[in-house]
């Protein structure tokens, strides 16, 4: 039994990600579970196309996407993802979609599947700011998530999924005003909401 965990490149030249310096952190097992660890790009499209191709050939049992979310004081785990692309900036490839439908006439949105409140507490509990966030945005963050949830909910695919934003690390603000978190408290926060994602999955085993 597998979960697929995934962070992404860095973008808008910067030269870390956040959530591929926490993700690739994690445990390889929890609980007998393995925790597979993927690095994405942050490409509109390819981004998702990446994760799809590989829930399809190695059937996750959950899908849990990872992205940094600049200027938050908390790790926040997404509520929702919506039908449509708008760049403030071009992703890694120079696409800067405006108004873009993610998937033409479907719906407008999705919830996650994610236990999202028992992450939230899950987090709280291990010290380190968190709340829950019912915005992600509508770039490549927010595209991978609908993506994501569309295919799983039209497919019927039984893997849950969602959203999870990390905040800068202390090493990406350096001189800078912007807020930011240890690494470590970072990955120890990650790891406690991954690991209410392994126990869903057991649960829903059973």
Not at 117 to 139: F, H, L, M
Not at 195 to 202: D, I, K, Q, S
Request: glycine share 8%.
């Amino acid at each position: 039994m597998k979960i697929l965990v995934t962070g992404f490149t860095p973008f808008g030249g910067q030269t870390i990600n956040v959530s591929w310096k926490a993700v690739k952190r994690l445990p390889d097992k929890i609980d007998g579970v393995e925790i597979c660890k993927m690095e994405i790009p942050t490409v509109f499209g390819k981004s998702a196309d990446t994760i799809l191709e590989f829930t399809r050939r190695a059937k996750p049992r959950a899908v849990i996407v990872v992205g940094e979310a600049g200027g938050r004081k908390y790790i926040t785990p997404e509520r929702v993802a919506i039908n449509v692309d708008d760049a403030r900036m071009p992703d890694n490839n120079g696409q800067l979609p405006v108004d873009r439908p993610i998937v033409k006439g479907a719906r407008e949105a999705y919830f996650t599947t994610l236990p999202v409140r028992k992450i939230i507490e899950a987090i709280d509990q291990v010290g380190v700011p968190v709340q829950i966030s019912n915005s992600a945005g509508t770039y490549v963050c927010n595209h991978v998530m609908y993506r994501l949830l569309h295919e799983a909910n039209m497919a019927q695919m039984p893997f849950l999924t969602g959203f999870i934003h990390l905040p800068y690390c202390e090493e990406q603000v350096v001189g800078k005003d912007d807020p930011a978190l240890p690494l470590q408290d970072i990955c120890r926060g990650l790891e406690a909401g991954v690991r209410v994602v392994v126990e869903a999955v057991l649960e829903r085993e059973h």
